[in-house]
């Protein structure tokens, strides 16, 4: 059975860091594309960022470039999003998904992913 389970957010100021978690379980680590998500109250979902079980060069959402930065950890089946100087407008529930082919490429919509885990929110407050 496929699961991910999204950790890490809580509250926290502006200009303040965040590490989130996406733990991982019921597939091969080694062949899959793994997108960051984001749903924020009245606003479309939004990739924040995707990464490659080849660990090639990550995407990122341009009003997070600078800011956030994924990484996996391979011996952990573990892909973490660093969050820096965060704003209020980063905040919203995230969580994070799983495209089980790695040749398949990163998607924009999370319809193309094959599974996805519960959120964690994450309030910026000014």
């Known amino acids: 059975e496929v699961q991910l389970q999204a950790s890490g957010g809580g509250p926290v100021q502006a200009g303040g860091s965040l590490r989130l978690s996406c733990e991982v379980s019921?597939?091969?680590?080694?062949?899959?594309?793994i997108g960051w998500f984001r749903q924020a109250p009245g606003k479309e979902r939004e990739r924040v960022s995707c990464?490659?079980?080849?660990?090639?060069?990550?995407t990122y959402a341009d009003s997070v470039k600078g800011r956030f930065s994924i990484s996996s950890d391979n011996a952990n089946d573990t892909v973490t999003l660093q969050m820096n100087n965060l704003k209020p407008e980063d905040t919203a529930v995230y969580f994070c998904?799983?495209?089980?082919?790695?040749?398949?490429?990163?998607?924009?919509?999370?319809?193309?992913?094959?599974?996805r885990g519960q959120g964690t929110q994450v309030t910026v407050s000014s």
């Open positions: 998904a799983v495209i089980l082919d790695y040749g398949l490429g990163c998607k924009e919509s999370t319809g193309r992913y094959d599974f």
């Open positions: 990464i490659g079980s080849n660990l090639e060069t990550a």
């Open positions: 019921g597939f091969s680590f080694d062949n899959y594309r």
